[in-house]
């Protein structure tokens, strides 16, 4: 039997600069889409998939993140006082069981995959989890309980994957396709943020990883990769020979929510997903389509 994935790694240490000025005072991760930050969205496609610890990298700064994730008994007593029984059940989805999570600092920027590595004495020798929050994907089936299913079949290492627009490879992990096996492939060389000359393919990584505890060993000694930052990417590599390493194309649409457009696609995308928004949403965009082509 393969052990379980209970673990997952929250990397939420950046400083948002794409959202600044917002993020002066907000975490990127706390901002709302729709009507939930960001990160609960993460922490809902974990829990769905079995993920039981919950280990957040956090940096100066990221307070409300932490306080977000405590119990309010004053609101929660308001609004049953209230009889608001609707938005009580919503507030307590999110309340997080005594000691499921862990923060821990990454006390300096040196990148994704040093955050990941701040983990490793939580994680301990087992498969984990990391979840990129700012990718967010939404799916009938939660994208990392597919990974997780495929995993169970496969075992070693496995990202989540996406064909990318060519132009954009220097945005993304970029997988070197040994076998095209459909919804999986298996992988035999990863670059990181390689120019359009330089990308072995247009399948890029997206930010769900199911990991062997090795990758934790090896982000001892990776060298500083591309931007001058410790690379993940890197260090899951150095698996391709050893425990090996899938690409998992999984089912859904995935929004890129480190960025202004993504983050307004996706506010639009899961507003007409809300039976209680859908129709004021859409005759909305209607008529600003129809102000838009008139103006054309
Ligand atoms: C990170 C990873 C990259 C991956 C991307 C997915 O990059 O380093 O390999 O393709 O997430 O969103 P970042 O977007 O944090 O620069």
Not at 136 to 147: F, G, N, R, T
Not at 215 to 222: A, E, F, I, P
Not at 260 to 265: C, I, N, R, T
Request: glycine residues 8%; proline residues 4%.
């Amino acid at each position: 039997m393969r052990r379980k994935v209970t673990k997952a790694v929250f990397p939420v240490a950046g400083l948002g600069t794409r959202f600044l000025p917002a993020t002066k005072s907000v975490p990127k991760e706390i901002m709302t889409l729709v009507d939930r930050p960001l990160v609960q969205y993460a922490i809902d496609e974990a829990r769905a998939a079995g993920i039981k610890e919950f280990i957040f990298i956090t940096s100066r700064g990221k307070s409300a993140l932490e306080d977000y994730f405590d119990e309010s008994p004053i609101l929660e007593r308001e609004l049953r006082k209230k009889g608001k029984l609707e938005a009580l059940e919503d507030l307590k989805s999110t309340n997080m069981e005594s000691g499921a999570i862990a923060y821990m600092r990454q006390h300096k920027a040196l990148g994704l995959g040093h955050a990941v590595w701040c983990a490793r004495r939580l994680i301990g020798d087992e498969p984990f989890a990391v979840m990129l929050p700012d990718d967010v994907i939404s799916a009938e089936k939660p994208c990392l309980q597919q990974m997780i299913e495929a995993y169970e079949e496969t075992g070693g290492n496995m990202v989540a994957a996406m064909e990318v627009p060519r132009d954009k490879t220097s945005n993304y992990g970029i997988l070197d396709v040994k076998e095209d096996m459909g919804s999986m492939v298996s992988v035999k060389g990863m670059v990181e943020k390689p120019s359009v000359e330089d990308a072995p393919s247009n399948l890029a990584v997206i930010g769900r990883y199911i990991l062997h505890p090795q990758v934790l060993k090896n982000l001892n000694k990776v060298k500083t990769g591309a931007g001058g930052e410790i690379q993940l990417t890197d260090a899951i590599a150095q698996e391709i020979e050893g425990t090996g390493v899938y690409g998992y194309r999984f089912r859904g649409q995935r929004f890129d929510c480190g960025s202004k457009a993504g983050f307004l696609q996706a506010t639009v995308a899961f507003g007409l997903a809300r039976d209680d928004l859908k129709d004021d949403l859409r005759k909305f965009l209607h008529s600003v389509m129809q102000i838009d082509n008139a103006a054309e």
